[in-house]
């Protein structure tokens, strides 16, 4: 039993159940009494005079990312296609309206199940980062999420983090951050939900680091819950992080599991799988499945989909901060509902999963789901925002700390482009950051997955508009990577820039963002490393020689080879500079006043073509 394991804490709380009225007489009048779709029993009476099927309700999300406040700029939109074919921006996420839409879906509904995809925590703004996490567990809690797979992200501060995450305790190196009554250190409670881990084994031992699944039971109903996160996470977390861990094959991991949790006579089975796929439109509400089931969707969920056995009737899924609801069939050809929920709280899944109590077993041909908006507009709930405001009181002297001026919106993680604006500048303050360092640095590359957020124009509180404050420019960068200095041949830097869509980034192609001064074109009607135009490929106006040297910054992940970039891992004579948050802050603050605000640079290094 691994460490993880040996201090998981029994559960809390008790699973919902909604009171039915003791004037109730009659199953019929029961039935009458709720919605259509209520989780109602259905078809012949069987055993007990139990009806046949019964409606589970299955709410989920992922990614949320401690997003506790309702995330800035674009970050925080969903798109919605209108009925004449338009579309429409709308304002959605944050805790305390998910909270709300969580809790109002599941009224009437006596069979409700709640579960998330993974990424929860980590890079998240610093709300939640600054306390490693604690307050988005503590809003889970409250949120009665019931079972949650694990992410590449729950890596991020290592195993024994995450097993204090599970299990509570206070931080091994920054103590409690609250006092309770008596005024010492409040101890952290931990998750009151599994994370499951399947996939993840450790080294030594060849066992889970958590719990592979877990088993949801109501009224003689029961669904079990497997959960796997990406079998390519240490390609895309921190050495350190994923140090002495080994992480399986999702296909052959959920089997296995399937059939084991069949053996114990569970047969409706859903899959939490920390992995996505890229859909053909950004619309949450389109339809997946025109022309045909699946069709509108591609990316390594479809292949997983394909090969996951037909034991398992739904995938909840993430990591892409897609939207999508899809069918795509089974290894039997048998339809299978694949879902994902974009990213930071901004909608939630609404699936329906009839139960057979004879069969046990799922009726897969009655599973319906949809996504659904969190939107701003409905009411708060009033224990969330007691938390933030809790919290938020802990921070403050951190967060709001003035650390630049802008003179627009810069779009980052939200700009839904290739090259965004915040990428240069980021890419901009990590050069002039290695130039203090050594001044023959040539340029600085910074992979788009490192910038987590835009920096928005309009006052987030009470600072000003155009005021970047620390916490705003911790949610763009919250990893802790350093500045890293390292010396690459010509050759070196042409073949790490065709990995950005070569080898595993062919499917999802990972554009690094550059400095100024580094020009090329990136032709999109090619394929695989043809994409990246060598010829084209300019330092200061100069092309690239391949025999000559380059000194070259990157942040201490890409400069190990992660994101699937190893030849950026073969730089030599390294040199290590200040923390990226800190590179960024300096050159905001050096280069901008009130009266001489930064404009969003405009993202004109890289020529595309479509």
């Given at each position: 039993?691994?460490?993880?394991?040996?201090?998981?804490?029994?559960?809390?709380?008790?699973?919902?159940?909604?009171?039915?009225?003791?004037?109730?007489?009659?199953?019929?009048?029961?039935?009458?009494?709720?919605?259509?779709?209520?989780?109602?029993?259905?078809?012949?009476?069987?055993?007990?005079g139990k009806k046949r099927t019964v409606d589970v309700q299955l709410l989920s999300f992922n990614d949320f990312h401690g997003n506790l406040q309702p995330p800035a700029g674009s970050s925080g939109q969903v798109t919605e296609k209108q009925a004449d074919g338009t579309e429409k921006k709308i304002d959605a996420g944050g805790v305390e309206y998910l909270a709300t839409s969580l809790r109002t879906a599941r009224k009437a509904h006596p069979y409700s199940v709640t579960a998330a995809a993974g990424d929860l925590i980590g890079a998240s703004p610093l709300l939640s980062g600054l306390f490693h996490d604690e307050p988005t567990v503590e809003a889970m809690n409250k949120l009665d999420l019931d079972?949650?797979?694990?992410?590449?992200?729950?890596?991020?501060?290592?195993?024994?983090?995450?097993?204090?995450?599970?299990?509570?305790?206070?931080?091994?190196?920054?103590?409690?951050?609250?006092?309770?009554?008596?005024?010492?250190?409040?101890?952290?409670?931990?998750?009151?939900?599994?994370?499951?881990?399947?996939?993840?084994?450790?080294?030594?031992?060849?066992?889970?680091?958590?719990?592979?699944?877990?088993?949801?039971?109501?009224?003689?109903?029961?669904?079990?819950?497997?959960?796997?996160?990406?079998?390519?996470?240490?390609?895309?977390?921190?050495?350190?992080?994923?140090?002495?861990?080994?992480?399986?094959?999702?296909?052959?991991?959920?089997?296995?599991?399937?059939?084991?949790?069949?053996?114990?006579?569970?047969?409706?089975?859903?899959?939490?799988?920390?992995?996505?796929?890229?859909?053909?439109?950004?619309?949450?509400?389109?339809?997946?499945?025109?022309?045909?089931?699946?069709?509108?969707?591609?990316?390594?969920?479809?292949?997983?989909?394909?090969?996951?056995?037909?034991?398992?009737?739904?995938?909840?899924?993430?990591?892409?901060?897609?939207?999508?609801?899809?069918?795509?069939?089974?290894?039997?050809?048998?339809?299978?509902?694949?879902?994902?929920?974009?990213?930071?709280?901004?909608?939630?899944?609404?699936?329906?999963?009839?139960?057979?109590?004879?069969?046990?077993?799922?009726?897969?041909?009655?599973?319906?789901?949809?996504?659904?908006?969190?939107?701003?507009?409905?009411?708060?709930?009033?224990?969330?925002?007691?938390?933030?405001?809790?919290?938020?009181?802990?921070?403050?002297?951190?967060?709001?700390?003035?650390?630049?001026?802008?003179?627009?919106?810069?779009?980052?993680?939200?700009?839904?482009?290739?090259?965004?604006?915040?990428?240069?500048?980021?890419?901009?303050?990590?050069?002039?950051?290695?130039?203090?360092?050594?001044?023959?640095?040539?340029?600085?590359?910074?992979?788009?997955?490192?910038?987590?957020?835009?920096?928005?124009?309009?006052?987030?509180?009470?600072?000003?508009?155009?005021?970047?404050?620390?916490?705003?420019?911790?949610?763009?960068?919250?990893?802790?990577?350093?500045?890293?200095?390292?010396?690459?041949?010509?050759?070196?830097?042409?073949?790490?820039?065709?990995?950005?869509?070569?080898?595993?980034?062919?499917?999802?192609?990972?554009?690094?963002?550059?400095?100024?001064?580094?020009?090329?074109?990136?032709?999109?009607?090619?394929?695989?490393?043809?994409?990246?135009?060598?010829?084209?490929?300019?330092?200061?106006?100069?092309?690239?020689?391949?025999?000559?040297?380059?000194?070259?910054?990157?942040?201490?992940?890409?400069?190990?080879?992660?994101?699937?970039?190893?030849?950026?891992?073969?730089?030599?004579?390294?040199?290590?500079?200040?923390?990226?948050?800190?590179?960024?802050?300096?050159?905001?603050?050096?280069?901008?006043?009130?009266?001489?605000?930064?404009?969003?640079?405009?993202?004109?290094?890289?020529?595309?073509?479509?």
């Amino acid at each position: 039993m691994s460490a993880v394991q040996k201090q998981q804490r029994p559960r809390r709380r008790t699973t919902r159940v909604l009171a039915v009225a003791a004037g109730l007489a009659t199953v019929g009048a029961l039935v009458a009494a709720l919605p259509a779709s209520a989780g109602q029993d259905h078809a012949a009476a069987g055993k007990g005079g139990k009806k046949r099927t019964v409606d589970v309700q299955l709410l989920s999300f992922n990614d949320f990312h401690g997003n506790l406040q309702p995330p800035a700029g674009s970050s925080g939109q969903v798109t919605e296609k209108q009925a004449d074919g338009t579309e429409k921006k709308i304002d959605a996420g944050g805790v305390e309206y998910l909270a709300t839409s969580l809790r109002t879906a599941r009224k009437a509904h006596p069979y409700s199940v709640t579960a998330a995809a993974g990424d929860l925590i980590g890079a998240s703004p610093l709300l939640s980062g600054l306390f490693h996490d604690e307050p988005t567990v503590e809003a889970m809690n409250k949120l009665d999420l019931d079972v949650t797979s694990v992410g590449n992200h729950e890596f991020d501060e290592g195993a024994k983090e995450l097993a204090r995450i599970q299990n509570g305790g206070c931080h091994p190196k920054d103590g409690c951050f609250e006092k309770d009554k008596s005024g010492k250190g409040k101890k952290f409670k931990g998750a009151d939900y599994p994370y499951l881990a399947a996939n993840v084994t450790d080294e030594k031992t060849g066992k889970p680091v958590l719990k592979p699944y877990w088993v949801w039971k109501h009224k003689g109903v029961k669904i079990g819950f497997i959960g796997v996160t990406l079998e390519g996470t240490p390609d895309i977390v921190s050495a350190d992080g994923v140090k002495g861990l080994k992480f399986h094959d999702e296909i052959e991991t959920v089997n296995k599991y399937a059939k084991i949790l069949d053996e114990q006579g569970v047969k409706s089975i859903v899959t939490l799988i920390h992995e996505g796929g890229v859909p053909k439109s950004q619309t949450y509400n389109y339809d997946c499945d025109s022309p045909g089931a699946g069709d509108g969707i591609s990316g390594p969920i479809t292949a997983i989909a394909k090969g996951i056995t037909p034991k398992v009737d739904a995938l909840v899924t993430g990591h892409t901060h897609n939207a999508y609801v899809c069918t795509i069939p089974d290894p039997a050809g048998k339809p299978r509902m694949v879902t994902s929920a974009s990213s930071y709280g901004k909608l939630y899944t609404d699936t329906t999963l009839t139960y057979d109590r004879r069969t046990k077993d799922i009726v897969r041909t009655s599973v319906k789901s949809a996504n659904h908006v969190v939107s701003r507009e409905q009411a708060k709930a009033p224990d969330m925002t007691s938390l933030i405001s809790r919290w938020d009181k802990l921070a403050a002297p951190v967060a709001n700390k003035p650390v630049g001026y802008i003179s627009a919106d810069i779009p980052g993680r939200g700009a839904g482009v290739p090259e965004s604006p915040l990428g240069d500048l980021v890419a901009d303050a990590q050069l002039a950051h290695a130039k203090s360092l050594d001044p023959e640095a040539d340029l600085a590359l910074m992979n788009p997955g490192g910038i987590r957020s835009d920096i928005v124009y309009k006052a987030s509180g009470g600072e000003g508009d155009g005021v970047v404050t620390y916490g705003e420019a911790f949610t763009v960068q919250p990893f802790s990577n350093t500045v890293n200095l390292v010396d690459l041949t010509g050759a070196q830097l042409v073949t790490g820039l065709k990995q950005q869509v070569s080898g595993p980034n062919e499917a999802s192609p990972k554009i690094l963002q550059i400095s100024d001064g580094l020009t090329y074109t990136l032709d999109m009607t090619k394929t695989g490393a043809d994409r990246v135009v060598a010829d084209s490929i300019k330092l200061n106006g100069k092309a690239i020689d391949p025999a000559a040297t380059y000194r070259v910054a990157m942040n201490s992940f890409l400069a190990g080879g992660g994101d699937g970039f190893p030849e950026l891992g073969k730089g030599t004579k390294p040199l290590v500079g200040s923390d990226d948050l800190k590179a960024f802050n300096d050159y905001l603050t050096a280069n901008s006043s009130a009266d001489k605000p930064i404009a969003p640079p405009k993202a004109d290094r890289i020529t595309i073509v479509k």
